[in-house]
């Protein structure tokens, strides 16, 4: 399975602009980050995180500098990622 995720950062950060922002209320705020995707291998016998990547490593040279910028600040603090991982049935 492969999925996106966010650090606690990136929750804190996403649910300010939401809010402020996007003209939500409280009810739109983001609940749940992790900031070690690591730890979900600790959930459940059978979970194990074959990757881990950030989430614009691939796809910022597409952009122009100025976004590229705001991508690689992101990447560097880890606030949003990529996970590959593997459940087997135990």
């Known amino acids: 399975m492969a999925f996106d995720y ?4 990136g929750i804190e950060i996403t ?15 983001a ?3 992790i900031d070690d995707i690591h730890e979900i291998e600790k959930w459940q016998p059978g979970i194990k995180v074959l990757e881990n990547m950030t ?5 910022k040279k597409k952009y122009p500098l100025w976004k590229r910028l705001g991508m690689n600040i992101s990447d560097r603090m880890k606030i ?3 996970a590959r991982i593997e459940i087997v049935s135990a």
């Open 6 to 9: 966010s650090s606690k950062k």
């Open 15 to 29: 649910n300010q602009r939401v809010l402020k922002e996007g003209g939500m209320n409280e009810g739109a705020r």
């Open 31 to 33: 609940k749940w980050g």
């Open 55 to 59: 989430m614009f490593a691939e796809h």
């Open 80 to 82: 949003m990622s990529l």
